[in-house]
C-alpha cells in the first residue's frame, strides 16, 4: 500500500523566513503525491501535485515542493513566509489499482507563522 | 465560479436522532466523495460514488449512507448518530477517465465542510 509520512506535527517559522514541511513517501512505482492546506473550519484546499514532469512543482499562494525520488521525498516550502501561511497542511499520495482516485493522506503539519 | 458547496456549515443534532448533509458541486465531476474528520486528524475517506455507481470503504460503519440523485448532489446520512460521529465532514469531487490511470488533470477538490455536533 501506499502511504506518507510527515515528521514533524508543527512548524514554526517566522513571518519573512522561508519554510519548508517535510513529507516522505513510500510507494511501488511513480507516486502521484499532492498538497492541500487546511485553515480553521474549513475544507483542505487543493496546493499542488507531482504527477510527472519536472521536479520542482509550483502551487498556489507562492509555495512550491520539490521530489526528489532518491530521497522519497516530496517537501513543500515558501521563500518567504506569511503569517496567513498559518495553517495546517497535508501531503497525500494517490492509491494505485483502486480504479478511482484514492488519497491516502499523511497526518497532517500544523504551521505556525509568527509576526 | 465553479466549486463544491456544503450545507450546512454546522450541524447540531441529538444522539440518535438522524440527520442529513448535503453537497453540491458546480464543477461536473463524475466522482464525489465524503469522508469524515475528526480533530485536525487526516480525513478518512467513508466513500464515493463513481457516476452513479456507490463504493463503500470496508471499514465505514453501516450507520452511514449516501445518495447521489444526480450529478450535481450527492448527500450523507447518518441514520443514528453517536457522540463519536462528532466530526468535520468533507465532500470532494473529481473528474476521473475510468481508464484506471492517471491524468495530469486528476485533483480532489473539496467543500469548505460540515461540522457535526452530537449531543
Known amino acids: 500500500a501506499q502511504s506518507v509520512a510527515q515528521p514533524e506535527d508543527q512548524v514554526n517559522v517566522a513571518e519573512g523566513n522561508p519554510l519548508t514541511v517535510k513529507c516522505t513517501y513510500s510507494?511501488?512505482?511513480?507516486?502521484?503525491l499532492f498538497w492541500y492546506v487546511q485553515y480553521p473550519n474549513r475544507g483542505l484546499q487543493f496546493l499542488l501535485k507531482?504527477?510527472?514532469?519536472?521536479?520542482l512543482v509550483k502551487g498556489s499562494y507562492g509555495f512550491e515542493a520539490e521530489f526528489n525520488k532518491s530521497q522519497t521525498s516530496f517537501h513543500l516550502k515558501k521563500p518567504s513566509a506569511l503569517v496567513s501561511d498559518s495553517a495546517l497542511y497535508f501531503c497525500a499520495v494517490r492509491e494505485k489499482n483502486t480504479g478511482f482516485q484514492k488519497l491516502v493522506f499523511g497526518t497532517g503539519t500544523r504551521l505556525l507563522v509568527s509576526p | 465560479d465553479a466549486m463544491v458547496i456544503q450545507n450546512p456549515r454546522y450541524q447540531v443534532t441529538q444522539f440518535g436522532k438522524p440527520v442529513t448533509l448535503s453537497c453540491s458541486q458546480t464543477l461536473n465531476h463524475n466522482v464525489m466523495y465524503w469522508y469524515q474528520q475528526k480533530s485536525s486528524q487526516a480525513p478518512k475517506l467513508l466513500f464515493h460514488?463513481?457516476?452513479?455507481?456507490?463504493?463503500n470503504e470496508a471499514d465505514t460503519p453501516d450507520n452511514f449512507q449516501s445518495r447521489r440523485p444526480n450529478t450535481s448532489f450527492c448527500f450523507l446520512d447518518i441514520r443514528s448518530p453517536g457522540l463519536g460521529d462528532a466530526a468535520m465532514y468533507l465532500c470532494?469531487?473529481?473528474?476521473?477517465?475510468?481508464?484506471?490511470?492517471?491524468?495530469?488533470?486528476?485533483?480532489?477538490?473539496f467543500g469548505p465542510g460540515t461540522r457535526l455536533t452530537v449531543l
Open positions: 460514488y463513481y457516476d452513479k455507481d456507490f463504493n
Open positions: 507531482y504527477i510527472t514532469g519536472d521536479n
Open positions: 470532494a469531487t473529481s473528474r476521473d477517465s475510468g481508464t484506471g490511470g492517471v491524468s495530469l488533470r486528476d485533483t480532489q477538490y
Open positions: 510507494v511501488s512505482g511513480n507516486p502521484y
